[in-house]
């Protein structure tokens, strides 16, 4: 299994500009789950979801924007990037039972300059 | 409002040390509470996860307690090594919801 995987690594961006941060899991889980790490914080969560078509906002959705087509896949979509989105974003996943534990991608790097 | 706070916010011990990191919430309906680890520039890594039934996990030399009268878990590591220098997170998923709160975590060192 490859876990929970997110492309691209890094990504410069300009004011205005959009773009889609891609997440896919192979474990066949129900939940999905975008957060967002400023410098020496804690995660944020932007956006979740539970099921396919099925999404729900979290702490700090405004200025992004998620789908869930497939159980696989969660993209999120950055609208008019600013600088305060300027971020790494992490991707997790869970089964909807035991226990919920969140499995983590490796993060993209994103400025928006 | 869930809020989840972790102290200290930086330790620095010499190795063979066994240290204990702490995390407060605010509010005590929590579904399940699951501490991390991450290295610098890399994803997070789960290393324990407590369901609100529970009292504590153990995996290794880590042992996680919950507390959830007092708002309160602990992480203790046991004989540290310098390759368990990492920052340490806690996150809480409050009960009836999927949205989790992370605290700022703890950045620990350990020296040989």
């Known amino acids: 299994n490859a876990g929970v995987t997110q492309t691209p690594k890094f990504r410069i961006l300009k004011i205005g500009q959009s773009m889609t941060l891609q997440c896919a899991q192979d474990?066949?889980?129900?939940?999905m789950y975008w957060y967002r790490q400023d410098p020496g914080m804690g995660l944020k969560l932007i956006y979740y979801?539970?099921?396919?078509?099925?999404?729900d906002k979290g702490e700090v959705p405004n200025g992004y924007n998620v789908s869930r087509s497939t159980t696989e896949d969660f993209p999120l979509r950055l609208e008019l990037a600013a600088p305060s989105q300027t971020s790494v974003y992490f991707c997790?996943?869970?089964?909807?039972?035991?226990?919920?534990?969140?499995?983590f991608g490796p993060g993209t790097r994103l400025t928006v300059t | 409002k869930q809020e989840v706070t972790q102290i200290p916010a930086a330790l620095s011990v010499p190795e063979g040390e066994n240290l204990v990191l702490n995390c407060s919430f605010t509010?005590?309906?929590?579904?399940?509470l699951q501490w991390f680890r991450q290295d610098p520039g890399k994803g997070l890594t789960s290393l324990l996860l407590?369901?609100?039934?529970?009292r504590e996990q153990t995996s290794g030399r880590l042992n996680a307690s919950l507390d959830k009268s007092s708002g309160r878990s602990t992480l203790y590591i046991a004989a540290s090594q310098p390759g368990d220098s990492a920052t340490y997170l806690c996150?809480?998923?409050?009960?009836?919801?999927?949205?989790?709160?992370f605290g700022a975590g703890t950045r620990l060192f350990v020296k040989a």
């Open positions: 996150a809480v998923v409050n009960t009836g919801g999927f949205k989790t709160i």
């Open positions: 474990m066949n889980h129900n939940y």
């Open positions: 509010d005590s309906a929590i579904y399940n």
């Open positions: 407590i369901q609100s039934s529970q």
């Open positions: 979801s539970v099921g396919a078509g099925i999404t």
């Open positions: 997790a996943s869970s089964y909807f039972s035991e226990g919920r534990e969140q499995y």
